[in-house]
């Protein structure tokens, strides 16, 4: 399968305790996305890295939050300290630009992390 | 702040029924995006559009992107069960924003009791 992959796809945590997540891209894509989805929500934007590079971040992504993508192809997020309004599906998604430049909108998502923090 | 609204909600399908749907917004798009989500997983994109005007199909799948660059419809033909699901809108936040997404709230797909 080369679709994106994340890891684990659930994970139940306590309060205070510290979490990580993982994600493997599409092999060939250069972007990486991280969304974060609440139920009857759609996906939120969170971080995005070209490379090994972050480009943007999210409001939403709060100091207790970090995301790294050492060496430019899969990425951890992190998030210390877990509170229960952290309790969500984390989504990471991965594009390349394609041939014209303009198909980095064309993200493909991973099958999710459910967290939930007691 | 920005958002894009999803109509209708929720509705429920019978098989073999044409569905409409649709999604607006306050501002311009240069780009529509129309995934699918099944429970428990990601969304999978459907189609993507580019251009004013332009109608693009994907199987029973028929997307549009308005000509007034404000609004998108996605219509599905001739349904069968493995639709059901929720379909999301989106689109880039911001003129030339490479990445960062904005969906809607999604319509959500039922099988008729």
């Known amino acids: 399968d080369t679709g994106v992959s994340q890891d684990p796809r659930h994970k139940i945590t306590k309060r205070g305790q510290n979490v990580t997540f993982r994600c493997d891209p599409i092999?060939?894509?250069?972007?990486l996305y991280w969304y974060r989805q609440t139920l009857g929500q759609g996906p939120e934007f969170l971080t995005y890295?070209?490379?090994?590079?972050?480009?943007?971040k999210s409001r939403l992504l709060s100091d207790r939050f970090s995301a790294e993508r050492p060496k430019g192809s899969f990425s951890t997020l992190e998030i210390q300290r877990t509170e229960q309004g952290d309790s969500a599906m984390y989504l990471c998604?991965?594009?390349?630009?394609?041939?014209?430049?303009?198909?980095?909108?064309?993200?493909?998502f991973g099958p999710g992390t459910r967290l939930t923090v007691l | 702040g920005q958002q894009l609204n999803q109509s209708p909600q929720s509705m429920f399908i019978q098989e073999g029924e044409d569905v409409s749907m649709n999604c607006t917004s306050s501002s311009i798009f240069n780009t529509w995006l129309w995934y699918k989500q099944d429970p428990g997983e990601g969304p999978v994109l459907l189609i993507a559009?580019?251009?004013?005007?332009e109608l693009t199909s994907n199987g029973r799948l028929t997307a549009q992107f308005g000509i007034t660059r404000k609004d998108s419809f996605l219509n599905i033909s001739a349904s069968i069960p493995s639709d059901v699901g929720i379909y999301f809108c989106?689109?880039?936040?911001?003129?030339?924003?490479?990445?960062?997404?904005?969906f809607g709230k999604g319509t959500k797909l039922s099988v008729k009791p």
């Open positions: 890295f070209q490379n090994e590079a972050q480009l943007e």
């Open positions: 998604a991965s594009s390349s630009q394609g041939l014209t430049g303009d198909r980095y909108n064309e993200q493909f």
């Open positions: 092999s060939e894509h250069n972007r």
């Open positions: 989106a689109g880039p936040r911001w003129r030339g924003s490479q990445g960062n997404l904005i």
């Open positions: 559009l580019y251009k004013a005007g």
